[in-house]
Nanobody, 121 residues
Framework: EVQLQASGGGLVQAGGSLRLSCAVS????????IGWFRQAPGKEREGVSC????????YYADSVNGRFTISSDNAKSTVYLQMNSLKPEDTAVYYC??????????????WGKGTQVTVSS
């Protein structure tokens, strides 16, 4: 059974940092790429960042580029999202997903349950 377990969310003040983790199981880590997505209340789910499972290539949404860093630990089958300089507009439920190397939600095959990130002003 494919599982993606996101964790690490919480409440943080603007300017603060959080690190999200996505633990993957049920398929070979290198078979699919991993992405982070988020969905704010009343908004569509959007891509935040993704990482290539074989070459480590990374992509970021413009809104988080320079503040967020995605990384992976293949030995632990875990992908991380380090979020710095957080802003209130980063408040959302964050999801990790597996599929193509893409920030398009339509290109992902598997989704985990989300973790809530709340940034207070």
């Amino acid at each position: 059974e494919v599982q993606l377990q996101a964790s690490g969310g919480g409440l943080v003040q603007a300017g603060g940092s959080l690190r999200l983790s996505c633990a993957v199981s049920g398929f070979t880590f290198g078979d699919r790429h991993i992405g982070w997505f988020r969905q704010a209340p009343g908004k569509e789910r959007e891509g935040v960042s993704c990482i290539g499972s074989t070459d480590g290539m990374t992509y970021y949404a413009d809104s988080v580029n320079g503040r967020f860093t995605i990384s992976s630990d293949n030995a632990k089958s875990t992908v991380y999202l380090q979020m710095n300089s957080l802003k209130p507009e980063d408040t959302a439920v964050y999801y990790c997903a597996a599929g193509l190397l893409s920030l398009d939600t339509r290109h992902m095959d598997y989704w985990g349950k989300g973790t809530q990130v709340t940034v207070s002003s």
